[in-house]
């Protein structure tokens, strides 16, 4: 009997957990899109097993070890914390306990809240377990905030853990709504319940003609509208959250954030285009994103303060030049990040835009290669857009968007002459940079497009 045991104990030991990978410390969740090897094959150390999403990109987790694939908690779609544990892998003969909760560690995401945060301990013993909190590092910075004692909260995560929303949840049944005293005695002689009002007044105070509205209750159109709404059914259901979340924050945020200003110029493109027909003629294959970017990079080396960043209370005038380059995938828009651009031959930056381009559209960029851009260039020129106002990548100063090239008819001198031409237009954070160094950088983008040979200068 002792014998049995003692094998039985150390099989146990011999399993390795299959963990979700930590992917930097303000990425607490990622989704799981597939496993590579359904549970019981044979899995290989080193070889990829599953495929997580981030709010970037998609990568490959690889095996931590070999052998074969059991206890299988999580399904794709799954909303998955770092480090939490998914499966594991065992020898073929290997005796396993039964799991201690047997469920899934997926955090349950709802369209309409937050995307949930966990983060989850190596638990080395049931003591330990329970002398520590869980929480995750946004939720322990909004309890912080708000002073809310974590003793207080109760985590919905795994194992117990608290998350943002539980945090949110908390303030919410903590909240009284306030009224004023006239306010509350028109809503008392009318009988209405004034705390599930909705206060228009400063911090959300319930006032006079909040208790009016909710006595003359819901307007015709009011009415018109709900009904409308409610007959209506929708094609689509699209959660927001991973790409599209964090697009939706970065918009919402630069928006409101910013003083943008855009300048837009009409620039003569003719000189640019035979040049791309002559690169093509010899062989070299470069697109016109190639060509604007290279010209920007060249045009940022003399207008530095338009390749600087916002970082807390400084403006940061970078030495580097990274340009992104706006890209439209199927997930969602995602920007590849060109590094040291002003210091690569047309060629190698041809190249590795195409590569770059074709792994974001393929979900496979790294987060290595979606950061650390100092200026972005989107192009729209493909869908026959002339000018329009990007909107600034944060926290860059300045975003460059590229119109279509095409043949108009133009005065040169006392002729009429067909050329092509190109829109230009720069967006930046006035808060940064003034309009006049702005407009010089543009200006200088233009003679670089309409005068391709001054690069060579």
Known sequence: MSTLFDESEAKLRMATEVLVPPLG???????????????????????????????????DV?????????QVTARPGDVLPALSVIAVIAAPDEILAETAAAT????????????????????????ERRARILISPRARRLAERHHIPLAELRGSGPNGAILERDVLAYGQRSATPTITPVAQRMAEQAGVDWQR???????????????ERAIAGPSETAQLVTTSATDNTPIEVIPLQGVRAVI??????????TAPVTLTALADATALVALR???????????????FIYIAARALREHRRLNASLEGE?????QRIHIGLAVDTERGLLVPVIRDADTKGLAQLAQETSTLIARAQAGQSTPAELTGSTFTITNLGMFGIDSF????NLPECAILGIGRINRQAVAMGEEIAVRQMVWLSLSFDHRLVDGAPAARFLRRVMQLVEGPHLLMA
Do not use: C
């Open 25 to 59: 410390t303000t990425m607490d969740t990622v989704t799981l899109v597939k496993w590579y090897v359904d549970e019981g094959g044979m899995v290989r150390k080193g070889e990829p097993l599953f495929a997580i999403e981030t709010d970037k990109a998609t990568l």
């Open 104 to 127: 899934s560690p997926v955090v349950q995401t709802s369209p309409l809240t937050s995307a949930p945060e966990a983060e989850p301990a190596r638990v080395t013993a049931a003591g």
């Open 197 to 211: 009002l909705q206060g228009s007044g400063v911090a959300g105070r319930i006032t006079r003609a909040d208790v």
């Open 277 to 291: 027909q002559q690169l093509q003629q010899d062989g070299i294959n470069v697109s016109y994103n190639d060509l």
């Open 62 to 70: 690889e095996a931590p070890d070999s052998g074969i694939l059991r």
């Open 389 to 392: 106002t990007p909107v600034i």
């Open 314 to 318: 400084a403006i940061k005038v970078w």
């Open 248 to 257: 939706a924050e970065r918009m919402a945020r630069s928006h409101s954030t």
